[in-house]
């Protein structure tokens, strides 16, 4: 079945591919970095610009790969390209494609495209790198020997295609502060385009209208009605609303659950409540000292006994 591409892919393909310099007409874009929630159509995006890259570039013996930290992982890219070649005798027959169990190649000019798993060595040439899920990599010990590797290639193109994740301190989202500072004209980079789709600071991730402003493909290849029910279950357990808010809305956090909700807890606030009210009590002085890149803070606690109930009070 055909691939018919959606007018944000077509948008990402564009600019990555049809952006060239005056000059010598190769293209400006080196890095590519897409961070776009799960089911939004990335393997399959990557698959075909990987596949151009191996066998329509005009480089000669081009080297691809489809790097991850895990096997698993790193087909989850090579296994639909590999399966368009086996699909399409035509595209095989055209480019001279010899497609293998565990890797391809193009026998008169010894291109090859093969998935690759953790730290590569610095011996690879590579014409085009895909990594996939990059909110996974602990080091950028493979994105960085790839991007060094290209040198000798004319228009190489590093394309990093990734989801959120938890780990704030991890290269991913090192490349994410990057793209941001160039999108703000703060760091200039004539050489990375980057995209995030993701929600808005102040959007209430509770909210359903928010779910299309993160995920371009609904009701393409992730369906509105799964996405409401995701919500729907963050909503309503606190533990799974890092989840969602991670992998369905595309927003960074410092930690896989969450203890508890924190929309039943704005919705105990008070605004009328002043320390004066509570002056002469017995007070519970709560600290969280930052050890890293994180904040200090300090919280206030207080107890009151109403009808037999105990109430707290943080102020």
């Not at 991913?172 to 789709?197: A, H, Q, T, W």
């Not at 963050?234 to 969602?244: D, G, I, S, Y």
């Amino acid at each position: 079945m055909p691939i018919t591409l959606e007018p944000w892919q077509l948008f990402v393909i564009c600019c990555a591919f049809g952006w060239v310099n005056k000059g010598s007409r190769l293209r400006r874009f080196r890095e590519v970095y897409t961070e776009i929630p799960r089911k939004n159509g990335k393997s399959a995006i990557s698959a075909g610009v990987a596949l151009y890259c191996f066998a329509c570039d005009n480089e000669f013996g081009a080297e691809v790969y489809s790097g991850a930290t895990t096997e698993k992982q790193a087909w989850e890219v090579f296994r639909p390209a590999r399966l368009m070649c086996k699909r399409t005798p035509m595209l095989t027959e055209a480019f001279g494609i010899e497609v293998n169990a565990s890797n391809m190649n193009r026998p008169e000019d010894g291109a090859r495209f093969e998935p690759l798993i953790g730290n590569p060595g610095d011996g690879s040439s590579p014409h085009c790198a895909v990594v996939d899920e990059y909110h996974e990599h602990a080091t950028d010990a493979l994105y960085t020997t790839m991007l060094t590797g290209m040198g000798a290639r004319r228009q190489p193109l590093m394309w990093a295609i990734t989801t959120a994740g938890y780990n704030i301190e991890g290269p991913c989202y090192d490349k994410r502060r990057e793209v941001i500072e160039m999108l703000n004209g703060s760091v200039p980079n004539d050489e990375l385009f980057g995209i995030i789709y993701t929600v808005d600071e102040g959007d209430d991730w509770t909210d359903p209208q928010v779910l299309e402003k993160a995920n371009p493909n609904i009701g393409v290849s992730v369906y509105r009605e799964f996405l409401l029910s995701q919500q729907q279950r963050a909503k309503n357990n606190a533990r799974l609303a890092n989840v969602f808010k991670t992998k369905h809305l595309n927003i960074w956090v410092s930690a896989r659950s969450a203890y508890f909700n924190l929309v039943s807890w704005q919705s105990c606030e008070d605004k009328s409540l002043t320390l004066e009210q509570f002056e002469g009590q017995p007070c519970i002085l709560a600290f969280d000292l930052a050890r890293k890149l994180d904040m200090n803070s300090m919280a206030r606690l207080y107890t009151r006994e109403i009808d037999g109930k105990t109430h707290y009070y943080s102020v």
